[in-house]
């Protein structure tokens, strides 16, 4: 469905809830674009999977497809 989960499924826990701190502080920042909440939502998706749970920034649902929505409440 989401080819490019099985990239964040693969990286070691530590290292993906480090990436999210990053993506997070950029989406802060105001440096991101689009894309970059979906990839959000593929680390955070990833993480749940994980029992890791990563909150979503407040306009997360305004930027990302419904799928992905879909996904991340699995």
Request: net charge positive.
């Amino acid at each position: 469905m989401f080819p490019k989960m099985s990239l964040y499924e693969k990286l070691p826990s530590d290292f993906l809830i480090q990436f999210y701190y990053e993506v997070k502080k950029m989406i802060s920042k105001g440096l991101v674009s689009k894309n970059m909440y979906y990839e959000l939502g593929l680390i955070i998706a990833a993480a749940s999977r994980r029992g890791i749970l990563l909150d979503k920034p407040k306009d997360f649902e305004q930027h990302i497809v419904h799928e992905l929505l879909m996904e991340l409440s699995n």
